[in-house]
T-cell receptor
Framework: EAGVAQSPRYKIIEKRQSVAFWCNPI?????LYWYQQILGQGPKLLIQ????????DSQLPKDRFSAERLKGVDSTLKIQPAKLEDSAVYLC?????????????FGPGTRLTVT | GEDVEQSLFLSVREGDSSVINCTYT??????LYWYKQEPGAGLQLLTY?????DMKQDQRLTVLLNKKDKHLSLRIADTQTGDSAIYFC???????????FGAGTRLFVKA
């Protein structure tokens, strides 16, 4: 079974530029998460999808971050415009259930550096 | 509020046991987890425990849960150099729909 795929693995941009990350969850997984992991910290949930609907986006900075999950499969996370404090690893995870507990399967992450 | 706290570093010798500790604040946690993160990789679930259990053993891993003190620990027996990684404690709250992660404990294993 293929794991959660993310691209790109690394991205360096200047502040005020835009960037997009892509995630392909494990086939059949209904729930998809985007996390932000700042160096030295644990992952912080940005947004959670159940199929193609948003379950929780309470910690997503909506003035600059957006995410979508068309057709309930792949997802993209966009930052526009980027700030220095957005430098982090962006992790995508998926879960086969409705999201209640259970294991989350993580991708390798995209490391974003904003200069 | 929702908070999970862990010590930042632990160093052990190969063959010794490692004990990583965690405290959490939400008494309504349904599951508690230990995830492992190796360099350049995402998190991988090591083990989890239901909130109505006190202990769970899985090969070299032993999880102890003290619900009264909101304290979770992970013991790794016969620690190997391959166990060097960051270990994250996490709790699921909001009926299991949300997971809160600690900052992670970096385990160094000396040969």
């Amino acid at each position: 079974e293929a794991g959660v795929a993310q691209s790109p693995r690394y991205k360096i941009i200047e502040k005020r530029q835009s960037v997009a990350f892509w995630c392909n969850p494990i086939s059949g997984h209904a729930t998809l998460y985007w996390y932000q992991q700042i160096l030295g910290q644990g992952p912080k949930l940005l947004i959670q999808f159940q199929n193609n609907g948003v379950v929780d986006d309470s910690q997503l900075p909506k003035d600059r971050f957006s995410a979508e999950r068309l057709k309930g499969v792949d997802s993209t996370l966009k930052i526009q415009p980027a700030k220095l404090e957005d430098s982090a690893v962006y992790l995508c995870a998926s879960n086969p259930t409705s999201g209640r507990g259970y294991e989350q399967y993580f991708g390798p992450g995209t490391r974003l550096t904003v200069t | 509020g929702e908070d999970v706290e862990q010590s930042l570093f632990l160093s052990v010798r190969e063959g010794d046991s490692s004990v990583i500790n965690c405290t959490y604040t939400d008494s309504s946690s349904t599951y508690l987890y230990w995830y492992k993160q190796e360099p350049g990789a995402g998190l991988q679930l090591l083990t989890y425990i239901f909130s109505n259990m006190d202990m769970k053993q899985d090969q070299r891993l032993t999880v102890l849960l003290n619900k009264k003190d909101k304290h979770l620990s992970l013991r790794i027996a016969d620690t190997q150099t391959g166990d060097s990684a960051i270990y994250f404690c996490a709790e699921s709250i909001a009926g299991g729909f949300k997971t809160i992660f600690g900052a992670g404990t970096r385990l160094f294993v000396k040969a």
